[in-house]
């Protein structure tokens, strides 16, 4: 292998793992309501990727369905 490939496979290395590591990467939390979340069981909810302390609320829609609004 070429000294100038070996270098270039070394940089697109280094940027495949900040971009794995999430360097570059900003998660955008849910809006709205969602059917699939995960609760805490007290009316408190999370959709991923949504994180703590950023909560929604579980609540019914029209056909009786629970869901997790923001």
């Known amino acids: 292998m ?3 490939n ?3 496979a ?3 290395s280094r940027e495949s793992q900040k971009q794995i590591l999430g ?3 900003i998660l955008v ?3 709205g309501c969602h059917r699939n979340y ?3 069981g007290s009316g408190r909810c999370i959709v991923p990727p949504c994180t703590s302390p950023n909560f929604g609320t579980e ?3 029209a056909n009786g369905r629970w869901q997790c609004c923001y």
């Open 6 to 8: 070996l270098k270039n």
């Open 59 to 61: 609540s019914k829609d």
């Open 29 to 31: 939390c849910a809006t």
């Open 2 to 4: 070429k000294n100038s």
């Open 38 to 40: 995960l609760s805490d």
């Open 23 to 25: 360097g570059d990467l």
């Open 10 to 12: 070394q940089k697109l």
